[in-house]
């Protein structure tokens, strides 16, 4: 175990290297076996069970074998909508093992994984690292026969995406499809200059500049930009740092995605802005590990900004201004993308969230302020230092200036990324991606909310309908309740597990709707699925369960008449149990007739 | 110095202090079951919640400010403290009259405080192995509630823990590390089972040794101490 | 007015409820000038023969009889009575919840010890009632009204419902009678 020894000696020993060395060992082995655990463990001065707290903690990481190759085919609803459940048969009857398993010959695993940020071209899979789209039946034949020949699987991909998807350090058949180009993101952007422009001013008139343009956070929870740096900014310490987060794990989104494609030297100039903005020198872009297959690319990136002096020690000529940017990979959690928790796995521990306050601004990455922003939200401020605040309040609503990346999949026409002014209509929207019978749409991601059509009035913008981006259509032969079920499962796979109401109630929650789903719903079925998601919200220590039971909560609330004609509506109450299924194990045992046809006696 | 009022009584509260410990310095209890003195709080049970301005917050990670009107006693808040104890339960295996700790559990103590006669929620009855491996500690995962308090409590001298969380979601369990456990002293290993707060960690060879009637919560509620005037 | 009227049954119990309630002392001779008795292991009559008022239940549901005799107390019953551990979260009983009915019914039948090598065979007359695939508690399969948690109950937390119940008043629980041992 030579090797291994060197996989792990060449970090420091410092705990947090931890998940880099994880990662690492994962690398090579496929997985991280016993001695490696033990050998970490004692590089780093940890317990074994630290060590294994970690590898668990991670979608990614694993303690037992996951097969040469790996396969991880996304589940999210976008992809069921898209045939997933064909294209995992036929890699389950391909490979000859079941997902969660892997073949006798340890060649292949197959896994499901939580949305991997590809909603406009599913169904899609991540094979070791390698992104796979639009997959049919037929193409994970072809697969799957190349991956017992010991092709390797990075030369199974044939036909490359567009754009910079084509370069040579990316090579993806994933496609950019942005459909509408805007002026903040998409608009010319000339290399170096928004950084240029930035240290030639003082840092307080750039943080002058970003409060007034009224910037609010891209990632979802709308925080004002400016005021998230000049808090960070007044904060005594000997360091500051800059946080970029590129987790987006959000089911529908992958707006992200396209800019780390497109534009990530826009992305690490508003990074060097931020920086210079609250006196940091050091800028971390913390990137979701399914986005892996861009870390060449964004590194030469960082590579050619420092040639140009972009990056690096006296920046453009500014005389005393220092910046530089590393890129920390995720290993599989949603959760991860609260920031509290993406500070926590920067740091190479456990994804969970930390309580707050402190907040980030005051005691963030190494217990030092910090500024979390979204990819988007680093981009734009970028623009707004180039072009000004007045430019960008001249786009959007009085309370929602500039554009917004939407991430628009589902049934549609035309998925893709739109850049959009703040202030279109849902009806709007819809007409320009081509949902010509939309039946429900969920704006924000699971997390957000399910609007029927009645509310395809409603505006996007912070003061209407805030969201990250996240728009997914269903047309009206969708099943709801699949879709809902869909979401809660997202949500009991990606709860952390801290805190007692989301790690407990998520799964209650679910169980009552299949209850419903089953047949055997109530009135007070429905009266129970509000009350328990009202508790859940309220109790939840962060953002994941706060919003968890809003697929429930919010279909209640939009779609009532589908739970009303679920239920029976002249029962107060319906047992879940039903004596045929109950008793059908033992009567197979025992070859008698299972009890068929009964009727509760209520 | 500052002052805060819970349900509507004005109360001084220390800089830098917690409601929670603000509440206990003046006489009101606010339930908690994960918290534990000398330990950073981590508000994992949630049962501490308050009601702060129509904001919900965990009392024991929450410092008090300045103003703050808290609510601690309204009904519905109750109810959901409640639904969180029912949630526990339903959660775990939670076979009291086979447990060690019964009348000593604090779980246990605050559904009887709450009156809880079943759970609103169905069983999960999930499968959970009995990890009996240390020499002289059993795990009864079965029981576990993530509380955290070991993994707080029972370090190495050189700072690793013994007790750390495993996996994620409601598959997470508290994990032991093989060889430190086994390294463990008779100390160690009874301060382990005194500040689990369930019947999860159990010192081997010992149990039952208080007779019935006389464990910490045969006679009176949980929380006595603080607040003497339960209105129930 | 007539007495009220009370039926009692054990499920998947051991009988120590029913134990409790035969525990309330000299009360019992209250309690029979209160109200009646009609189907009940107590009386031994085993069928419904009136309408009945209070129906108590010891015990969880194993098997496919449990389900019937609880279903008929439902149906017979206007107030229904989880009484005890098992009735309430399964107990004992559910410890099996998280064993294949398999494995159940191959250690109790197969490999037990106990089990006379001539006799190796898993039960299955029509006649016999079919085990389920785990222990139900009674308020998962029918609606109940109270709860009366304990291993067993006390008597005092038996009288002091049954008197309640029956007088039409709310039920004044006292701390030291709810537990759950
Ligand atoms: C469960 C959860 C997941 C989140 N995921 C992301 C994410 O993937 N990307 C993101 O930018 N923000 C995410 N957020 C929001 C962040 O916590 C944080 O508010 C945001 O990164 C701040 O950046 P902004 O102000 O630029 O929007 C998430 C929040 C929660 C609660
Ligand atoms: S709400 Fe969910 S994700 Fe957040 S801390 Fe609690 S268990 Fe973890
Ligand atoms: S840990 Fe407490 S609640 Fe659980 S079985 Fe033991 S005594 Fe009962
Ligand atoms: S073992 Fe005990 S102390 Fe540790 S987390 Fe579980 S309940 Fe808490």
Redesign the interface.
């Known amino acids: 175990m030579a090797q291994e020894k060197d996989i792990i000696l060449r970090h420091p020993k410092d705990p947090s290297a931890l998940l880099d060395i994880i990662r690492d060992v994962q690398d090579h082995f496929g997985h991280v076996p016993e001695e490696a655990v033990a050998r970490v463990a004692a590089h780093l001065?940890?317990?074994?069970?630290?060590v294994?707290?970690a590898v668990?903690?991670y979608h990614f990481f694993s303690l037992t074998p996951r097969g040469a190759s790996t396969v991880y085919l996304n589940d999210s609803i976008t992809s069921r909508m898209k045939g997933r459940t064909a294209v995992a048969k036929a890699f389950e009857e391909e490979a000859g093992c079941r997902f969660g398993e892997v073949t006798a010959d340890g060649l292949i695993g197959l896994f499901s994984t939580s949305c991997i940020g590809m909603s406009d071209q599913e169904p899609s899979a991540i094979i070791n690292g390698v992104v796979f789209t639009r997959l049919t039946p037929l193409k994970v034949k072809h697969l799957v026969k190349a991956i017992k020949t010991g092709k390797p699987v990075r030369d199974m991909v044939t036909a490359w995406g567009d754009g910079a998807n084509q370069s040579d350090l990316v090579r993806s058949m994933v496609s950019n499809n942005i459909r509408k180009k805007g002026p903040v993101i998409f608009g010319p952007f000339e290399s170096g200059s928004a950084i240029k422009n930035a240290v030639a001013r003082k840092p307080e008139d750039i943080i002058a500049e970003v409060k007034k343009s009224k910037l609010l956070g891209r990632g979802g929870a709308g925080f004002p930009t400016g005021l998230k740096w000049e808090f960070c900014r007044k904060e005594k310490s000997d360091m500051r740092y800059v946080l970029c987060n590129a987790d987006e794990g959000e089911p529908g989104t992958f707006k992200d995605r396209v800019i780390l494609t497109e534009m990530p030297q826009l992305l690490f100039e508003g990074m060097a802005v931020a920086g210079y903005a609250i006196g940091a020198r050091e800028g971390l872009l913390y990137l979701r590990s399914e986005y892996a297959y861009l870390r060449n690319h964004l590194e030469a990136v960082l590579e050619g900004m420092r040639r140009e002096n972009l990056l690096g020690n006296n920046i453009a000529g500014s005389g005393d201004f220092s910046f530089d940017i590393t890129i920390a990979l995720g290993a599989g959690?949603y959760?991860c993308g609260e920031e509290s928790a993406l500070l926590e796995s920067a740091e190479g521990r456990?994804g969970e969230p930390r309580?707050r306050?402190p907040f980030p601004v005051q005691t963030g990455y190494r217990n030092r302020p910090t500024t979390v922003n979204n990819v988007e939200t680093l981009c734009t401020a970028a623009k707004i230092i180039l072009h000004g605040a007045a430019w960008f309040q001249s786009m959007g609503t009085a309370r929602s200036s500039g554009t917004k990346l939407f991430s628009v999949s589902g049934d549609c026409e035309r998925p893709g990324v739109y850049e959009l002014e703040f202030g279109l209509t849902v009806q709007e929207l819809l007409d320009i991606v081509g949902a010509k019978d939309a039946y429900a749409v969920q704006v924000g991601g699971p997390s957000g909310t399910c609007l029927s059509r009645q509310d395809f009035r409603r505006r996007f913008a912070f003061e209407d309908l805030s969201t990250g981006g996240s728009v997914m259509i269903f047309g009206p032969w969708r099943n709801m309740f699949e879709i809902v079920a869909n979401f809660m499962d997202f949500f009991?796979?990606?709860?952390?597990?801290?805190?007692?109401?989301c790690?407990?109630?998520n799964?209650?929650l679910k169980?009552k709707l299949e209850k419903i789903m089953a047949g055997r719903g109530s009135a007070q079925d429905l009266r129970?699925l509000e009350a328990?998601g009202k508790?859940i919200r309220?109790?939840?220590?962060c953002g994941l369960g706060q919003t968890s039971p809003n697929p429930i909560l919010s279909t209640l609330q939009n779609f009532r008449e589908l739970y009303e004609e679920a239920i029976d509506r002249h029962k107060?109450?319906v047992?879940?149990?039903d004596?045929g299924?109950?008793?059908?194990?033992?009567?197979r045992?025992?070859?008698?007739q299972?009890?068929m046809g009964e009727t509760?006696?209520? | 110095m500052s002052e805060i009022t819970i349900d509507g009584k004005v109360c001084k509260a220390r800089a830098g202090l917690t409601i929670a410990e603000v509440a206990k310095a003046n006489g009101i209890y606010i339930p908690t079951l994960c918290n534990y003195r000398g330990l950073k709080p981590v508000g994992s049970c949630r049962v501490c919640t308050v009601r702060v301005g129509g904001r919900y917050m965990a009392a024991c990670t929450q410092i008090a400010v300045e103003g703050m009107v808290v609510e601690n006693t309204a009904p519905d808040l109750e109810d959901m403290r409640r639904s969180i104890l029912e949630m526990l339960f339903v959660e775990g295996n939670h076979m009291c009259p086979t447990c060690e700790k019964s009348g000593n559990c604090e779980l246990q103590a605050l559904a009887y405080r709450y009156q809880i006669m079943a759970p609103r929620f169905p069983f999960q009855f999930p499968v959970r192995q009995v990890d009996a491996s240390a020499p002289k500690i059993v795990l009864e995962h079965n029981r576990c509630i993530q509380c955290q308090r070991c993994v707080r409590s029972i370090q190495t001298e050189d700072g690793r823990r013994i007790f750390v969380p495993q996996n994620r979601s409601r598959r997470r369990k508290i994990g032991v590390d093989p060889r430190l456990v086994s390294e463990l002293t008779d100390e160690m290993a009874l301060k382990a089972m005194d500040v689990c707060p369930v019947g999860s960690i159990l010192r081997k060879e010992v149990g039952f040794a208080v007779p019935i009637g006389q464990r910490k919560f045969d006679k009176k509620p949980i929380g006595t101490e603080i607040d003497e005037e339960i209105t129930r | 007015m007539s007495k009220p009227v009370i039926a009692t049954a054990s499920l998947a119990g051991c009988f120590g409820c029913h134990m409790s309630i035969l525990d309330i002392d000299e009360r019992i001779l209250k309690l029979i000038e209160l109200v009646e008795f009609n189907k009940s292991p107590i009386d031994d009559i085993k069928t419904f023969t009136k309408p009945v008022d209070l129906g108590i239940i010891e015990g969880g549901c194993c098997n496919s009889e449990n389900v019937e005799v609880l279903r008929s107390f439902r149906k017979n019953c206007r107030i229904l009575v989880s009484l005890g551990e098992c009735a309430i979260m399964g107990g004992l009983p559910a410890m099996r919840n998280g064993i294949p009915v398999k494995e159940c019914l191959e250690e109790a039948y197969l490999n037990s010890l106990s089990v006379a090598p001539e006799d190796k065979i898993i039960p299955n007359d029509e006649e016999l009632p079919i085990v389920l695939d785990k222990v139900y508690p009674c308020h998962e399969v029918v609606k109940v009204d109270y709860f009366l948690p304990g291993c067993p109950p006390s008597a005092d937390i038996i009288w002091e419902a049954l008197t309640a119940i029956v007088e039409g008043r709310p039920l004044n629980l006292t701390y030291d009678m709810i537990k759950f041992d």
């Not at chain 1, 001065?45 to 630290?50: H, I, Q, R």
């Not at chain 1, 009991?492 to 109401?501: D, N």
């Not at chain 1, 309220?538 to 220590?541: E, V």
């Not at chain 1, 045992?589 to 008698?592: D, E, G, K, M, V």
Request: proline content about 7%.
């Open positions: 001065k940890l317990s074994e069970a630290e294994r707290g668990t903690f959690a959760v456990r309580n306050p009991i796979e990606e709860s952390c597990g801290w805190c007692t109401p790690r407990v109630g799964t209650l169980g129970d328990w508790n309220a109790l939840s220590r107060e109450f047992p879940d149990f004596l299924e109950a008793s059908l194990e033992a009567a045992l025992t070859h008698r299972p009890i509760s006696h209520e």
